[in-house]
């Protein structure tokens, strides 16, 4: 007996009911000047997804010169989520444009060993991966999901005072990554131009010598240059990546601050527009100053006072007794030009404020017992990020 089925098939379509590419969108696809033009107007993430379409699209948007272009007519984009440790070894991530993904590190995990982000750079992370024998230290771009091994070395350069990524994609596709030695002083580079390193041993002065050895390991890149606090009559330590010339700016000039242990956040805010510093006498208090090092290199200025105390009481959970609860993670741009957001860590809670408007929104909320405490880390376990084409 034969048996039927009650599924009804649908009628394979001839060449004639198939959809039909519009003239418009042949003469795009088939113009590679046009659609050159259009996809170099559309953000990073977008054109990202795009890769994925076809081999020649592939090749189109992974070549560094239209990584240069792209970034022209998109500069200074706004720093779009956070990498940060917590509980000493947990990666966790926040996104700060109310999107809820955030580029994953999770292509990493095809390397031999435990892997440590050591510092980010408009869009590059400098990362640190432990092995057996000996470290290796990669740069990596999480948008593209590319990295690259610092060939030429070994784990041991890492018991040296620093090492920073230096990137301007406004200037160059290309980075450095510098080494600052203490014992004897001297400075090492690896370009990506290159792919090789370059020594420079420092004939200084021995009051810059004495700097350099009490300067503190997490470095910030602003205007074309590193900087460094140091514990030494409260200098500040330049270092310009073109030149390849070292320079002190002593509290004399540049305004007193306080010591290191006073720091509360110190890097870029992104878009590469300001160098910040915030201080206090007590990591408790809703009072305190951004400052921001002017145009010269050579002086703090007070860029805007702050008193949390009214915004943070509406979080209950950061007020115990006579003092608050709240870590300054990073200090970005708004959308507008005077616009800064504090993104703060507070018990169970990211949130991002504005001290201008008085005005807050949570950013992420953590489950409870999965351990996330505000003052298991500093701003020196935060790591801003852009996303970008740049390949590295």
Excluded at 152 to 160: A, D, I, Q, R
Excluded at 351 to 365: E, Y
């Amino acid at each position: 007996m034969k048996t039927y089925s009650r599924k009804k098939t649908k009628p394979i379509p001839d060449d004639r009911t198939l959809p039909q590419t519009s003239p418009a969108a042949e003469l795009i696809a088939n113009n590679i000047d046009l659609l050159t033009q259009i996809l170099l107007r559309l953000p990073a993430k977008s054109v990202l997804r795009f890769k994925s379409l076809s081999k020649h699209w592939l090749s189109l948007l992974s070549d560094s010169g239209f990584a240069s272009s792209h970034y022209r007519l998109n500069p200074k984009p706004l720093i779009s989520s956070l990498y940060f440790y917590y509980n000493r070894n947990k990666l966790e991530s926040v996104s700060l444009v109310g999107s809820s993904t955030v580029p994953s590190l999770s292509f990493l995990h095809r390397l031999t060993g435990d892997f440590r982000i050591l510092q980010s750079c408009n869009g590059l992370l400098l990362i640190k991966v432990d092995r057996r024998v000996k470290a290796q230290f990669i740069v990596c771009n999480p948008a593209t999901q590319k990295f690259r091994v610092l060939a030429g070395h070994g784990g041991g350069f890492y018991e040296s005072l620093t090492i920073s990524l230096a990137f301007d994609p406004s200037k160059s596709p290309h980075y450095k990554v510098v080494l600052l030695h203490q014992y004897p002083p001297k400075i090492e580079i690896y370009s990506s131009e290159t792919a090789c390193w370059k020594n420079i041993v420092l004939v200084i002065p021995y009051d810059l010598t004495l700097c350099i050895r009490r300067c503190y390991r997490n470095g910030a890149f602003w205007n074309g240059a590193l900087y460094w606090l140091c514990d030494d009559r409260y200098n500040v330590l330049r270092f310009d990546v073109e030149t390849e010339k070292i320079y002190m700016i002593p509290y004399t000039q540049c305004g007193r601050i306080l010591p290191l242990d006073k720091t509360r956040y110190f890097g870029d805010c992104g878009r590469g527009g300001r160098l910040l510093l915030i201080q206090s006498y007590s990591h408790s208090t809703s009072r305190f100053k951004i400052c921001e090092m002017d145009e010269d290199c050579c002086r703090w200025n007070v860029k805007l006072p702050v008193d949390l105390k009214t915004l943070i009481s509406e979080f209950p959970e950061t007020e115990s007794q006579n003092f608050y609860k709240f870590t300054v993670m990073c200090v970005v741009e708004g959308e507008e030009e005077e616009d800064i957001a504090l993104i703060l860590a507070i018990p169970g809670k990211i949130i991002s404020c504005n001290p201008q408007k008085r005005t807050w929104k949570v950013l992420r909320d953590f489950a409870p017992g999965d351990g996330f405490i505000n003052y298991g880390f500093n701003y020196n376990s935060v790591f801003p990020f852009v996303e970008s084409l740049f390949p590295v």
